[in-house]
């Protein structure tokens, strides 16, 4: 199998911790499924894999949420934690460990964290006085602001001045612009990194505030009664937390950190390509490899939100059309790396240019006349045609190739352009070779045998890529292809399917949705 390590290497990959007062809409789901398909695949290849995920349950906002409607603020992200669980349990999402910064052992551990930094010299203490940002939980100062208002999701700011720790960035700007120039890869994509230098690191970086003292919901300092940490060195120690790092309730630190990517929406880069960094500086751990930063879905140009009225519904859309389904449309209509316009008719387009006309045509076809001509099982005497055979066989090492090169570029949409572009020559292949006609004479079976053989070794192929994105329609293609071994369903190898594999038809898993035009 290409990719494929020698040893057991291992592969950490996260997805941001959600708020729990984050709406539950389609785009919600974008980065974790992302996240979901790169850890499958990477199993899938025989890594290691650590899949964090979790949520960010403290700071000002839930406190505010929980006063209104007169719960305690745990009360009331235990009832979000739950729904951001069924969701992810909705959309197969396979995470091997879910951190709630409410985990006492979490808490322990950031409070450690923050008296090293504070002990590393790195924090000191001061007085804050700016303007915050509630639902992003932000500073900034009066400059920042656009219209007087927060830059980042363009609503009212209030007044903040309070006693209050700073972390000292302004000491780390130019070894965080050394970092990006030195490691091109830390930060992806390349737009992003020159839009944290342009924006943030050559105007120069102020210290940061994070502590607050104005509420209560939060880890409390603990060497200063009265202060609790920012929510956002909180969250971000989630990451080497849920390792076990200062605590010994979980594991995996020394083996899993640093990681190897996190996954992160554009507008959370620069708290994880500035604060992050400093902070694990500052306490002496090395750096994950790669942040990416991931685009927004939109709907009709603007970001998805529940409270605006544009959040795609994940729960209807599946029951609709499928998880699978949905899944790989997530992934294939858009660049991961740049906004996409989300729309019902874009999701029919896709499912009906790519799953039905190509792939579940392709499974149709080749599992009917399997049946029809030979009863389900091809013969073991097989006659090649090189002229038509050999491209295709070619062109499917070339697939697999392109395919973990994409993988490895986290760009979702151009692997799975190269599976549909196999599927497409496969199709081709079926009228180039006229299974048909080839039928008609019975000196011709050797043969038809070994057509039938190549299109049901193009569809196996198709479902071991597919199955990090789909990972039950993939199984229902090994099931109708006969591909019963665990071998035929990971080998990215031409020609391990057994000859005599038991094809068997199943039902049509991609039907074509019927449009208006
Ligand atoms: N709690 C912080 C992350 C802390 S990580 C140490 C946070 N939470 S969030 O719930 O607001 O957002 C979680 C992720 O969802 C972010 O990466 C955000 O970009 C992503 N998305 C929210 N809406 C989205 C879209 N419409 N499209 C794509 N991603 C979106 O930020």
Known sequence: MPNTPEKKETFYISTPIYYPSASLHIG??????????????????????????????????IEDIAKKEDVTPLEFVDGIVAGIRDLWSLMNISYDRFIRTTDPAHMRSVQKIFRDLYDNGDLYKGVYKGKYCKPCESFWTETQLADGKCPDCGREVSDAEEEAYFLRLSKYQERLIELYESVPDFLQPESRKNEMLNNFLRPGLEDLCVSRTSFTWGIPVDF??????????????????ALG???????????????????????????????????????????????????????????????????????????????????????????FGNDGDWSEKLL?????????????????????????????????DFTSDPSLDEPLISAYAETVREFD????????????????????????????????????EPSNRPRLSSVLYNLLENLRLAAVLLTPFMPTAAKEIFAQIGADSEESQTSAVFGTLPAKANVRRGENLFPRIQTEE
């Open 28 to 61: 919600n789901t974008y980065c974790t499924v992302a996240a979901d398909v790169m850890a499958r695949y990477k199993r899938q290849r025989g890594y290691d894999v650590f899949f964090l995920t979790g949520t960010d349950e403290h700071g000002q906002k």
């Open 224 to 241: 200063d009664e009265g202060h609790v940490v920012y929510v956002w060195i909180d969250a971000l120690s989630n990451y080497i937390t």
């Open 405 to 440: 090169a994409a993988m490895e570029r986290f760009d979702f949409q151009g692997a799975l352009e190269a599976v549909i572009a196999q599927l497409s020559r496969a199709n081709k292949y079926i009228d180039d070779t006229a299974p048909w006609i080839l039928a008609k």
């Open 348 to 380: 029919v387009s896709v499912i009906n240019s790519d799953l039905a006309n190509k792939l579940g045509n392709l499974l149709s076809r080749t599992v009917s006349m399997t049946e029809k001509y030979f009863n389900s099982r091809l013969l073991d």
């Open 245 to 335: 790092y200062n605590n010994n309730i979980y594991d995996g630190f020394e083996k899993y950190w640093p990681a190897n990517v996190h996954f992160v929406g554009k507008e959370i880069v620069r708290f994880h390509a500035i604060i992050w960094p400093v902070m694990l500086w500052s306490l002496g751990l090395p750096l994950p490899e790669k942040i990416f930063g991931h685009g927004w879905l939109t709907f009709e140009g603007k970001k998805m939100s529940k409270s605006s009225g544009n959040g795609a519904d994940p729960y209807a859309l599946a029951e609709k059309y499928g998880v699978d389904v949905l899944r790989y449309v997530l992934l294939r209509a858009f660049p």
